[in-house]
């Protein structure tokens, strides 16, 4: 069966500090990735999204960035936190092949972020 | 474009009432339709799908039809329980596409 793990849980960052979340996937191939973050209260907010290793496409322009180095890895970095990055920050996944467009997402237990 | 309408919340029931939360979608050719559930903490959970019209999604007593007519995948419980407290998505995939839009969320508090 598949699994998707995040890490950390959880963060407290200071304003101006680096990031890093990772990502990754067990027991599928080939993977559609995806960054989502959920501010307090809100809905989801899709920040990133790959279909395979080094292919990123971003969708809201902001100060972070996300990398796909192995198939089943997925990074999201900042070189500087603002306090607007704060929130939850979640990772999923969606299988490919035949019949994919009815495959639902599979979430991660998600990464809570405060920055101070 | 794609988008995904769903009920404000809050949303307050007593325990064994019938629940409804109302989604309405926007989108291009025929999407296939989620209900995903999250409880406090935790990441979000598939609860149902349908992924062509008149498709009856159901889990755990909870239910909904895609209903092409009227653009709308409206989520149901005939008696909720306490357990059910939590935030509900509606969500649809394009077909033949990568990304998922999802509503706002609709956050359910049940009491006994």
């Known amino acids: 069966s598949q699994t998707i793990h995040q890490w950390p849980a959880t963060l407290v960052q200071p304003v101006g500090s680096p990031l890093s979340l990772e990502c990754t996937v067990e027991g599928t191939s080939n993977p559609n990735l995806y960054w989502y973050r959920q501010a307090a209260g809100r809905g989801l907010q899709l920040l990133f999204y790959s279909v395979g290793i080094g292919q990123i496409s971003s969708e809201v322009p902001q100060n972070l960035s996300a990398s796909r180095p192995q198939d089943r890895q997925f990074i999201l970095s900042s070189k500087k936190l603002l306090l607007s990055d704060s929130g939850f920050y979640l990772c999923?996944?969606?299988?490919?092949?035949?019949?994919?467009?009815?495959?639902?997402?599979?979430f991660g237990p998600g990464t809570r972020l405060t920055v101070l | 474009g794609n988008s995904v309408t769903q009920m404000e919340g809050p949303v307050t029931l007593s325990e064994e009432a019938f629940l409804t939360i109302n989604c309405t979608y926007t989108a291009t050719g025929y999407p296939s339709l989620f209900w995903y559930v999250q409880y406090p903490g935790e990441g979000l959970q598939l609860l149902l799908k349908a992924t062509k019209a008149d498709d009856k999604g159901s889990n755990k007593g909870f239910e909904a039809t895609y209903r092409k007519e009227t653009t709308s995948f409206h989520l149901e419980k005939g008696s909720v329980q306490v357990s059910d407290s939590a935030v509900y998505f509606c969500?649809?995939?394009?077909?033949?596409?990568?990304?998922?839009?999802f509503g706002t969320g609709t956050s359910l508090t049940v009491i006994p």
């Open positions: 969500a649809l995939r394009r077909i033949l596409g990568n990304q998922f839009y």
């Open positions: 999923a996944w969606t299988p490919t092949g035949g019949g994919n467009s009815y495959n639902e997402q599979f």
